[in-house]
C-alpha cells in the first residue's frame, strides 16, 4: 500500500512529537490543517515518536486529541512496543489507560513484552503482566519472553516470569531453550535460577550440544559449577563430542579441572576418534594436556 506523501504540515507535527514539544503539537493540530495520526515513509505517526521519545506530556496531548494508541509502523510496531522498550513507566501505563492493545504483535512476533524484557525494564513489564501480557508468546523463531530474559542476564525479570507460569524450557526453534542460552552467554545467576524451577539439564540444540558443552566450549566456569550440581551427561553427546573434548581443544584449565573433578573421562573419544588429551596436545594446550596426563598417570598407577 503506498503512502500518501507527506505535507510540510505532518513533517512539523512530526518534528514536534520528536522533540516533545506539547505546547508546538498543540498549536498545529488546532489549525486543523493537519492529521493527529499523520505517517510517515515508514507508517510512524506522531504517537509513536513521541512515546520513544520519552515525552510524556507530548504523548497525553497527541491521546487528548484522538491520536490512535494502536496505531502501527510498517514493521508492527505501536506506541506501547517503543514506550516498553524505552522503559518509560508512565507512557506505559497512560497508553495502557487509553486502550492500547497489550499483545500488539510486530512483524517478528515480538510484543512490548519482549522488549520490556530484552532491555531489563522490571517496572515496565510488572505493569504490563498486570494488564495481562502473554508470558508464554513467542517470536517467529520460537523465542519466549523468558528466552530474552535469559539471554539477557535479567535475572529478576526471569523469577517474575516464572512465578507467573512462564515455560521453563519453551524452546526456540533450534531447540535452544532459556537454560542453553543462558549457559552460552555466562550468565551464572539466571542458570542458578532456572535449574532451581526444574529446567532440563541436558536440553540440547538442534545440533546436539548442552548447555554444560556451551559453557565448557566458552570457559564459562561459573556456569559450569551451577550445571554439574544437576549431574549433566559427561559422555559422548548427538554432536560426536564431550564437555572435556570443548574445554580441552579450548584450553580452558578451570573448566578442565571441573569437568575431570566430576567424573569426566581424558581418554574417552570422540567421533573424530580424538581423547581429550589428544585434542589439547594437538592444539598445544600445554597446561590443560600435562594436567591431563597427570590424572592419567595417577589413575593408572591408583591401587586397585
Not at 24 to 35: A, F, M
Not at 80 to 91: C, E, K, P, R, V
Not at 133 to 143: E, T
Not at 216 to 226: D, F, L, Y
Amino acid at each position: 500500500m503506498s503512502m500518501k506523501k507527506e505535507s510540510p504540515w505532518d513533517v512539523q507535527l512530526h518534528l514536534a512529537a520528536a522533540r516533545g514539544d506539547a505546547k508546538r503539537l498543540q498549536t498545529l493540530l488546532d489549525s486543523g490543517r493537519v492529521h493527529v495520526d499523520c505517517k510517515d515513509k515508514d507508517g510512524t505517526t506522531p504517537l509513536i515518536l513521541a512515546a520513544a521519545g520519552g515525552h510524556y506530556d507530548a504523548v497525553v496531548e497527541l491521546l487528548q486529541q484522538g491520536a490512535d494508541p494502536n496505531g502501527k509502523r510498517l514493521t508492527g510496531t505501536t506506541p506501547l512496543f517503543f514506550a516498553a522498550q524505552g522503559g518509560y513507566t508512565d507512557i506505559v501505563n497512560v497508553l495502557l489507560k487509553n486502550d492500547a492493545v497489550v499483545d500488539s504483535f510486530s512483524i517478528d512476533g515480538s510484543t512490548p513484552l519482549f522488549v520490556a524484557c530484552q532491555c531489563g525494564h522490571l517496572d515496565v513489564v510488572e505493569d504490563l503482566i498486570a494488564k495481562g501480557a502473554n508470558v508464554n508468546a513467542h517470536m517467529k523463531d520460537g523465542a519466549t519472553v523468558l528466552f530474552i530474559a535469559a539471554q539477557n542476564g535479567h535475572v529478576k525479570i526471569l523469577e517474575l516470569l516464572l512465578g507467573r507460569g512462564a515455560r521453563t524450557d519453551a524452546a526456540r526453534t533450534d531447540g535452544a531453550t532459556p537454560l542453553w542460552i543462558a549457559a552460552q552467554m555466562g550468565h551464572d545467576h539466571v542458570v542458578r535460577r532456572l535449574l532451581k524451577a526444574g529446567a532440563k539439564v541436558d536440553s540440547k540444540r538442534h545440533d546436539g550440544a548442552t548447555p554444560l558443552f556451551k559453557a565448557s566450549h566458552k570457559g564459562h566456569t561459573a556456569v559450569v559449577g551451577e550445571l554439574l550440581k544437576y549431574l549433566p551427561n559427561l559422555g559422548i553427546l548427538p554432536n560426536g563430542e564431550s564437555a572435556l573434548h570443548a574445554a580441552a581443544l579450548l584450553g580452558h584449565m578451570t573448566v578442565t579441572r571441573q569437568l575431570v573433578g566430576a567424573g569426566a573421562d581424558p581418554l574417552l573419544v570422540n567421533q573424530e576418534g580424538f581423547t581429550p588429551l589428544q585434542l589439547a596436545m594437538r592444539h598445544a594446550q600445554n597446561q590443560v594436556a600435562n594436567y591431563l596426563k597427570d590424572k592419567i598417570r595417577s589413575r593408572t598407577t591408583a591401587p586397585c
